[in-house]
């Protein structure tokens, strides 16, 4: 039987890497995504079906023998609670066997309602998941390795410091986008995957960091205690109360600092990173590598 994925948001950072994986692979592959973006996919080979991403009839026709549909979409509840419940649907009524949704965060299942509305809205369209007639896998990868790059109070190149909420013991979970997006293609290839799969390519506590930190940078980091879990939560609660326009915007400020209570308070485990033995893993030391050239 042919093979053929269909990802939904393939222009997108995260999905543009995921087509290039199954690309990699040798995979059949159908992106849904944004007029505008269609040529550069075209260019590389892919087939490209151009379809009215709110239209439950339209999407169902356009993933008629389609074995996997992957989400990449980001978004606020229109996107990752309505837009993603349309392609259900649609998955369901086209009789596809298996859907990726799009929880490429943290520990979606040991997050408390309320301390992350990224997560919240993942939680809610969980529950629509489970209860749809299709083999769903969540995909649950830490933070993004890049943002170690981004100069944040986590690893702040210009005062030279590693901060930390809660216990500097506790290891935080990133794995880098192309490791992500390799994983995730094949993943969408397995038809065994169960309800969720855990990888950290880095899982690393503020002291190791540091040390790493020093190492590439030449310089040293000093730790920085930037409060205790339960401070960071009740700032988050005060930042949002203050800042309701913040509700739709994706990346407004309390949302940021959300994600550091989401980091230092959940860890992934059992991990899956050995499910595919051919996959390698990029390190923090790689990463920082970067900055260093």
């Known amino acids: 039987m042919n093979t053929r994925i269909t990802v939904a948001g393939a222009t997108g950072n995260l999905g543009g890497r995921i087509v290039a994986a199954l690309v990699e692979q040798g995979t059949d592959v159908?992106?849904?995504?944004?007029?505008?973006?269609?040529?550069?996919?075209?260019q590389q080979g892919i087939e490209v079906v151009e379809v009215e991403m709110s239209s439950v009839s339209d999407l169902t026709h356009a993933l008629e023998g389609t074995?996997?549909?992957?989400?990449?979409?980001?978004?606020?509840?229109?996107?990752?609670?309505?837009?993603q419940s349309t392609l259900l649907e649609a998955a369901v009524a086209a009789k596809v066997p298996r859907l990726i949704?799009?929880?490429?965060?943290?520990?979606?299942?040991?997050?408390?309602?309320?301390?992350?509305?990224?997560?919240?809205?993942r939680h809610e369209f969980a529950e629509r998941l489970d209860k749809a007639n299709i083999q769903v896998t969540s995909i649950l990868n830490g933070a993004f390795g890049e943002i170690l790059t981004y100069g944040t109070p986590i690893l702040d190149f210009k005062a030279k410091t590693v901060g930390f909420w809660g216990s500097d013991g506790h290891c935080v979970d990133f794995t880098?986008?192309?490791?992500?997006?390799?994983?995730?293609?094949?993943?969408?290839?397995?038809?065994?995957?169960?309800r969720h799969l855990r990888i950290a390519g880095i899982q690393i506590?503020?002291?190791?960091?540091?040390?790493v930190a020093e190492v590439v940078m030449k310089t040293p980091f000093q730790l920085t205690n930037m409060g205790s879990l339960e401070e960071l939560s009740a700032h988050n609660k005060r930042?949002?109360?203050a800042h309701p326009e913040g509700e739709t915007e994706?990346?407004?400020?309390?949302q940021m600092t959300q994600y550091n209570y989401s980091m230092f308070s959940t860890s992934l485990e059992p991990l899956d990173n050995g499910r595919y033995p051919q996959l390698g893993w990029t390190t923090a030391s790689d990463v920082l590598s970067t900055l260093a050239k």
């Not at 159908?30 to 075209?42: F, I, M, N, V």
């Not at 880098?176 to 169960?194: E, Q, R």
């Not at 506590?205 to 040390?211: D, G, I, Q, W």
């Not at 994706?250 to 309390?254: G, I, K, M, V």
């Open 101 to 121: 949704p799009s929880d490429f965060f943290s520990d979606l299942t040991k997050s408390p309602i309320g301390e992350n509305r990224n997560f919240d809205l």
């Open 239 to 241: 930042e949002r109360a």
């Open 205 to 211: 506590n503020p002291t190791e960091l540091a040390a």
């Open 176 to 194: 880098t986008m192309d490791d992500t997006a390799a994983f995730t293609a094949l993943a969408a290839l397995d038809a065994s995957m169960p």
């Open 250 to 254: 994706l990346y407004t400020s309390w």
């Open 67 to 83: 074995t996997c549909v992957v989400s990449a979409l980001q978004g606020l509840r229109d996107t990752i609670v309505e837009a």
């Open 30 to 42: 159908r992106p849904g995504t944004a007029q505008d973006k269609l040529e550069k996919l075209r």
